[in-house]
Structures are given as C-alpha cells and as structure tokens.
C-alpha cells in the first residue's frame, strides 16, 4: 500500500501489540479489519476516539473499515479491565444505545459511500440472535479449550480473588468466544482478516484469531491477524478522559462543544506532545515543527491550541471550535460586559456550566437589589451578610467582571440575554444571578 498504515501509527505512538505478520498483510492487500464498540451507554466518549482514528487512518491507507457494534456482545459484558461483573441492560436501552453509537459513529466514518474500500457499520446481534445455545456450543465452544480460555489475563485477574474481586460468572466466561465467533463471521462473510482494539482487548481479539483458524482448519489462507494500540493515560497518572464533571464525550447533548474544547486545551505540555500524534492527522513534519515552536515559547501554548482545534473540528465542526474559541476570549476581554452579550443563551450557559446558580423574582429584582441581597441574603452565594461586606470591602466583588462597591444596585442594564447577572469574588469565584418571571 502507498500509504503504510502501521509505519504511521507507530510514529504516532498508537501501536502496543501486533501479531507477526500482520505488518506484511496490510502491506501485500487491501486488507478488512474491525474494531468493536460496546452500547454501555448511547454515545461515545473521548476514549473512544482512538479506536474511531484507528478505522479512520485504515480508510486513508486504503484499507477497509468495518465498525462493529456489540448488541449481542452488549447484553453480557466485557470482564476484561473489570474487577466485578455489570449490571445487564434490557434489550429496549440495548437498542437505544446501539443507535447512539451508530449515530456518533457515522459523523466519522461514511458509511453510504460507494467505493471499494468503503467503510461498513454491523451490529454482532444480527448474527447472534438466532444462534441457539446446542448450536453454539457444537460449533464454538468444542474448539477452544478451557485451559486456553483460563489463561487469559481478563480471566486470571476476575479468579485471583486479589483487588476485591468477586469469581466471574458462566455468562462472561463466554464473552471471548462471541467476540471470538464475531471475527470467524466477519471473516467468512467479508474476508476481514484483522481485528483491532485497545491493549485491554489483546486476550480476546487472539481468542478471535485461534478461532478464525481452528473453525478454518484446513484452509490454505485461513489467517487472521491482531493489533492493539495503548491505553491512554495521563502524564499525572490520573485517567483519561474525565474533567471535573466526568467523562468527555462526543455528543453536546453530554458534553457541551465549549468543555469539549476547554478539556484539550487545559491540557498539560506532555500530554499535548503525546495527544497531538494520537488525536490529530497533522502529518509528522508539521507535528514536530509545532513541538519544536511549543518548546521556545511554552507560554504560548501552542500545542494546546493546535490540539484543541483539530479535535474540535473533527468531532464537531469549524463553526463550533470558532464560538467556542469566542466564548474562551471574551472571558478574559477588556470589554466583557458588553461582549458577553454577544454570546447566544445556549454558549453562555455552556461556559458557565456547574457555576453556582440563584434564582430570584422579577417582582423582587424590580424593587431592587443590592450587593449584600445579590450575595448572600437572597441568593446563599456567600455563607452571610458579613461575609459579603468583607468581600467589597475587599474591592473583591465584580457584576458581569466590573467591580462594585457596597452601595451598587443591580438593574436591567446588567441582565444578560434579559435575565442572568455574573457576579464575582475574586478572579476564579463566579456566580450567576437568574431573574424569572
């Protein structure tokens, strides 16, 4: 291939374990591969973005994508990475996520395209639904051992008893085997002949490859091929892909454009050298030119800027990384007041998500308001009316970021979108005053 698919991952760092041979097959052919995406929830989230660059960077080396996702594999659970076993989903919110994922899925990947390498969306219960148990335990399960199953690290870890674990039930002692029978059925009906995932998935994507070539046996070109790429972590240690109100995930509804934004340009100076590689399709000169650039003037953060408005564009659009850059500059703008005006309802909720918020009558805010009611006596924003005179004696106490004194009344001319107030302590301590009718 023009394009060799597993020289580009390993520059950028996404390459942890590669079956021999594999290398040479993606180099010889066109070759399908597929990674799997599990409905615990009706969206993805940013750890899932790895794994969606993986089928991306297929496609632009000329390979084909196919996204599988588990509505069979779904309704048992993965132990691998797990210290005890999930709860199981009913097939209604199976279906309800399925869809979401699809739906997040197909923002990436153009599943209506015509070409010959075009990517293709399954979901593994079309094929698993009518499997009956006598059938799958011929077929399936005669031809993996036991002893093999058991020496799975996902296994071994649920059985050590170690970290609080709790055994492991029949039902995911299974999973391997269906995520294993998943391959041998995409094998035979598409020829794909690799499988692809996280380096937790390594004991069950081999599964899947001694399964592809034992219900293959005798087949001259019965092979199948594995390759998994890192875990993503943090440089501190801490996990990947939660902020301060959880996971990062890819629909607004979720996680609003602006925290999406805000998450990838917070991020640390390693972690911006490792992400850059892994999250973006800059190609390798133009990468280590803006690591280079970072390095001279880190103040900059020009990293993190370039990091933050690839991903955004590629998850979102040019159009939402433009407001949410908008929203992020006026916060720090000498003219806020008017400028925070200009922001729509929906952006400026976003920006100040999870900001303490009051509530107060428009009957009362007529009569009249002051800093002590606006702080403490109304609102609870401050611990009491003392606490908030100190504030303003303090010259600490800010309406939409311009200081007041004590004796300054709120009016409809500090309403933003006709109803909200940002008061401020200080330069990190915000406030929002909502009037309703």
């Known amino acids: 291939?023009?394009?060799?698919?597993?020289?580009?991952?390993?520059?950028?760092?996404?390459?942890?374990?590669?079956?021999?041979?594999?290398?040479?097959?993606?180099?010889?052919?066109?070759?399908?591969?597929?990674?799997?995406?599990?409905?615990?929830?009706?969206?993805?989230?940013?750890?899932?973005?790895?794994?969606?660059i993986l089928l991306v960077h297929l496609k632009k080396a000329g390979h084909k994508p196919v996204a599988l996702v588990g509505g069979a594999t779904g309704m048992i659970g993965?132990?691998?990475?797990?210290?005890?076993?999930?709860?199981?989903?009913?097939?209604?919110?199976?279906?309800?996520?399925?869809?979401?994922?699809k739906s997040v899925l197909s923002r990436f990947l153009d599943f209506n395209s015509t070409e010959q390498n075009a990517?293709?969306?399954?979901?593994?219960?079309?094929?698993?639904?009518?499997?009956?148990?006598?059938?799958?335990?011929?077929?399936?399960?005669?031809?993996?051992?036991?002893n093999y199953m058991m020496a799975k690290d996902s296994v071994k870890k649920r059985l050590s008893g170690d970290e609080g674990n709790v055994g492991m039930s029949f039902t995911e002692?299974?999973?391997?085997?269906?995520?294993?029978?998943?391959?041998?059925?995409?094998?035979?009906?598409?020829?794909c002949k690799l499988q692809m995932g996280g380096s937790d998935q390594w004991g069950n994507i081999t599964t899947g490859t001694e399964l592809v070539r034992r219900m293959h046996d005798g087949e001259d070109q019965a092979k199948a091929y594995a390759m998994t790429c890192p875990l993503i972590t943090k440089a501190d240690g801490s996990k990947f892909g939660k902020s301060e109100g959880g996971n990062v995930w890819l629909d607004t509804d979720k996680t609003s454009v602006y925290k999406f934004y805000q998450f990838w340009l917070n991020s640390t100076d390693e972690d911006a050298e490792k992400y850059i590689k892994i999250f973006t399709f800059l190609d390798k000169e133009t990468i280590e030119a803006l690591i280079a650039a970072h390095k001279e003037t880190p103040h900059l953060r020009l990293l993190q800027k370039r990091l933050a408005e690839e991903v955004t564009v590629f998850v979102h659009s040019k159009d939402d990384y433009d407001n949410a850059v908008k929203a992020s500059e006026i916060l720090f703008s000498k003219d806020f007041?008017?400028?925070?005006?200009?922001?729509?309802?929906?952006?400026?909720?976003?920006?100040?998500?999870?900001?303490?918020?009051?509530?107060?009558?428009?009957?009362?805010?007529?009569?009249?308001?002051?800093?002590?009611?606006?702080?403490?006596?109304?609102?609870?924003?401050?611990?009491?009316?003392?606490?908030?005179r100190r504030a303003l004696k303090e010259n600490a106490v800010a309406v939409n970021k311009e200081k007041v004194k004590e004796?300054?009344?709120?009016?409809?001319?500090?309403?933003?979108?006709?109803?909200?107030?940002?008061?401020?302590?200080?330069?990190?301590?915000?406030?929002i005053l909502e009037v309703v009718e």
């Open 119 to 146: 990517p293709v969306l399954v979901n593994n219960y079309d094929w698993m639904k009518d499997f009956s148990f006598i059938d799958f335990a011929r077929d399936v399960g005669k031809r993996i051992t036991v």
């Open 407 to 431: 004796d300054y009344m709120l009016s409809s001319e500090d309403l933003i979108h006709d109803k909200y107030i940002i008061l401020s302590r200080g330069k990190k301590t915000n406030f």
């Open 337 to 388: 007041k008017n400028e925070i005006k200009q922001l729509s309802e929906s952006l400026f909720l976003d920006v100040f998500e999870g900001v303490k918020h009051a509530k107060i009558s428009k009957a009362e805010f007529n009569e009249g308001i002051d800093m002590i009611g606006a702080l403490a006596a109304k609102t609870d924003f401050l611990s009491s009316n003392g606490d908030a």
């Open 173 to 191: 002692f299974t999973y391997q085997l269906i995520q294993g029978y998943d391959f041998h059925h995409l094998y035979k009906t598409m020829e």
């Open 1 to 52: 291939m023009a394009n060799k698919f597993v020289e580009e991952l390993r520059w950028r760092g996404m390459v942890h374990d590669i079956m021999p041979g594999t290398e040479e097959q993606l180099d010889s052919e066109m070759t399908t591969a597929y990674i799997g995406f599990d409905p615990t929830s009706d969206s993805l989230h940013i750890g899932s973005l790895v794994p969606i």
């Open 78 to 101: 993965d132990p691998s990475g797990k210290s005890d076993e999930r709860n199981l989903l009913d097939e209604v919110a199976l279906a309800h996520n399925v869809a979401g994922i």
